[in-house]
């Protein structure tokens, strides 16, 4: 006696549509994963403004507040951050110590900072590692006697 045996499969035709079907799925969902990066990297950006801002204040308040009011430096956190005209100086021992950001081409956080120094009217550029950092970025300008910080709009053409 002899059974039936029956092959099961699919057949080529089935192949090709599941592989095109998956192509037009492939095709349309890329192009969003691809945006996920510069999106991450704008809000990453968005993020280190507003701790550089939130810092320049609490450094300012803080040196305004201590008695004798600061020249030099101004300890925050059990770190002293250099000071400019009562606000954080625009390098790394200055604005990017009281944000608390690690910076530098190796940095754990994608961080590196560009130009800055210790005196008013120094220009401080933090860049977001990736596809083109500078213009993945924003500025910050040490303040002249008698004004504030200037922090410039963001960059975001390169990330």
Partial sequence: MRGSSSARGFTLIELIVVIIILSILAATALPRFANLQTQARIAKLNGALGAMKGASALAHAACLASQ???TGTQPM???????INTYATANAAGIVTAAGLS???????GWDVQGGGPAAGDVLRLVVLGNDPVNCSFTYTAPGLGQAPVFSILVTAGC
Avoid: K, L, R, Y
């Fill in 68 to 70: 004798p009011q600061c």
């Fill in 103 to 109: 910076v530098g081409p190796t940095s754990p956080d």
């Fill in 77 to 83: 956190e059990g770190v002293n951050v250099t000071m």
